[in-house]
Structures are given as structure tokens and as C-alpha cells.
């Protein structure tokens, strides 16, 4: 078996595909039909493309219900089952607030109170009313909107597992942008793939490594999208419940058996914080999760049910190409 691996630009990122195959024939097959799922997904679930089915339910979710295909209802059922599970945490509709905070835009500004009102009056899950019988969408304040993208790029992570597996790939490690990270399989003669979790002020450093096996890792942080303003630092991933930016952690990964679950998790693990992410965490089995809470020192680490040792000093990341990975 020989290893093989290719990038192409996808949802916003990059995502990589490491596979193991017994000829470079059946790696590029396998390859194709993994980015095709990721390119269908795309176009199926970005809200910034206007033919895709999200962009359809969001321009008329609104005004009327709304019928979906079995798919994308059962994608906003799963994401509605994670917001009800983190208490709000976690949101698709937090699309508004993102625009009122400026970083769809890539850069951040500071909106005023009625500005944040109005963001906030068309956010919110509950707003968001499914019909399953009839696959039905419909959303009960005018101008909502929903966006995929904190659980979006995972689900397509986990649809590439499924085409490699069915493609006779037994150990792959699906890449969506060093956020989310899926492993299938292992390396011949070896426990798991080996990712690393790094340092978020130095992440060419690692601060634990894991052996992933048939497990996904993903880990949210402000540390590229953010703006500064009188001293003081608003980052990207905003808390649904307040509409305010969440401070207080400067990143969080969290483990889980699907990229879906670890995508949407980790977001809400960062804006719970260590107390009621650590809540949520034991609350579901076989989940672990790591928070870096300050700059000064690794000693503002906490874990909860983190199986792996975190190091006592920054280590730089091995730069062997297929066998050290970046979560």
C-alpha cells in the first residue's frame, strides 16, 4: 500500500484528502469521487452561491413554507438538534449577526445598539419551524437566514469518508482547512493517524497529539478572523445567545465520532466555555474536549475526558508529509 495525497479548494478552504491505495489508479479514482461530494455539497448547501438549495429556502423561508429535498431537511434537523442541545449555543441563523459585526465582509466593525437589535431580531433557532412529514421549512421572522458553515464543511468530511469507504479506501484522513479533520481507518501498522492540536499563538506548535482512528477532531479559534478597537480584540465566532462576540477562550477542539458533530461542538464549546462546555461534554459519550483560555502560559489548559497528555513546553510540529497532521 502506498500513501497519496491531493488538495483542492472547496467551501471557503482547503481541504485535503490522505489515502492509502495499492496504485496511483485507485487513488485518483478515489480522489475524484471524494472532491466531486465535496464540490455537490458546495453547491448544495453555500449560502453565498444563489442557485443552491439553502439560498433558495432562504430567500423564501420567509414569506411562505418552504419544501426541501431529504438531504438538506435532514442537515437543519441535525443542526437544530445541536442548537437545542447547547441552549442556543450554537446557531445557523446567526447569519445577521455576522453582517451587523462585519465579518462576512472580512473585516469586523463595531455595530450600534439598534444596529444589534435588528441582527438580533432575525436570529435565532427557535425561529426556525421544521415539518418532517412534508420536509417543510419555514421561518417565523422575516429576513433569517441560515448558514451552514459551522457544521456544513464536517457533513461534506463525513460524505468524503463514506465515498472512500465505498470506494475500497480502508485508511484515509479527510482535511476541511486544519479545522475539522476525519480519520478513516489507520496507516498500515499503526494505531491511528497522528494530528496534532496546536499551540493557537504559535500554531506551527503542537500542545497534544492524538492517534485518530474512525474519529473526528475539530477546533475553533479567533485567531484569524478578528479586529481590534480601543484595545481590545472582537473575534469571529459570536455567541447566538447575546450577539456579542465570545471572549473568554482562545480556542477549543473537541473530539467526536463524526466531523459533523465535532464542527458543530467545538463552535459551541468555544462560546460555553470550560464550566458549561465541560457539561455538555459529559453529557455525551465518547466526546473529549481541550480549551486554551489565556496567552501566558500552557498552565491555562483545561481538558475534559482529554485522553491525550498535554505538553509541558512548545514543541514544534514534525514536518514529515503523511504522518504528522494539523488539527
Known amino acids: 500500500m502506498k500513501l497519496f495525497e491531493q488538495t483542492r479548494n472547496a467551501m471557503g478552504t482547503v481541504f485535503r484528502i490522505c489515502l ?12 475524484e469521487a471524494a472532491f466531486e461530494e465535496i464540490e455537490r455539497l458546495e453547491e448544495t448547501l453555500s449560502m453565498f452561491r444563489p442557485t443552491s438549495e439553502i439560498s433558495r429556502i432562504n430567500r423564501l423561508a420567509g414569506q411562505r413554507p418552504v419544501t426541501t429535498d431529504g438531504e438538506v431537511f435532514g442537515l437543519l434537523e441535525k443542526a437544530l438538534s445541536y442548537s437545542r442541545m447547547t441552549h442556543g449555543a450554537f446557531d445557523v441563523t446567526v447569519g445577521p449577526l455576522m453582517r451587523a459585526w462585519g465579518f462576512f465582509r472580512a473585516q469586523g466593525r463595531l455595530p450600534d445598539g439598534d444596529e444589534l437589535a435588528a441582527a438580533r431580531s432575525k436570529t435565532g433557532y427557535e425561529k426556525v419551524q421544521l415539518d418532517p412529514p412534508s420536509r417543510i421549512v419555514r421561518f417565523t421572522a422575516p429576513e433569517m437566514e441560515i448558514d451552514l458553515g459551522a457544521i456544513g464543511k464536517g457533513y461534506a468530511v463525513d460524505c468524503a469518508i463514506s465515498v472512500l469507504s465505498e470506494a475500497g479506501i480502508a485508511a484515509a484522513l479527510v482535511d476541511a482547512g486544519s479545522s475539522t479533520i476525519s480519520a478513516l481507518g489507520a496507516p498500515p501498522g499503526s494505531s491511528g493517524w497522528r494530528v496534532h492540536v496546536p499551540d493557537p499563538l504559535q500554531r506551527s506548535k503542537s500542545l ?10 475539530s477546533t475553533s479559534g479567533n485567531y484569524e478572523r478578528f479586529f481590534e478597537l480601543n484595545g481590545k480584540t472582537y473575534g469571529h465566532i459570536l455567541d447566538p445567545r447575546t450577539g456579542t462576540p465570545a471572549h473568554g477562550v482562545l480556542q477549543a477542539s473537541l473530539v467526536a465520532a463524526n466531523a459533523t458533530m465535532s464542527d458543530a461542538l467545538s463552535s459551541a464549546a468555544f462560546v460555553l466555555g470550560t464550566e458549561a462546555g465541560a457539561e455538555l461534554v459529559e453529557e455525551l459519550n465518547g466526546v473529549e474536549a481541550m480549551w486554551v483560555l489565556s496567552e501566558e502560559s500552557l498552565r491555562n489548559v483545561v481538558t475534559c475526558n482529554w485522553s491525550r497528555d498535554i505538553v509541558k513546553e512548545r514543541i514544534p510540529l514534525e514536518p514529515s508529509l503523511g504522518r504528522t497532521y494539523r488539527a
Request: hydrophobic share 40%.
Open 20 to 31: 492509502f491505495a495499492e496504485d496511483q489508479t485507485h487513488a485518483l479514482a478515489s480522489y
Open 208 to 217: 497534544s497529539t492524538l492517534a485518530l482512528r474512525d474519529r473526528s477532531i
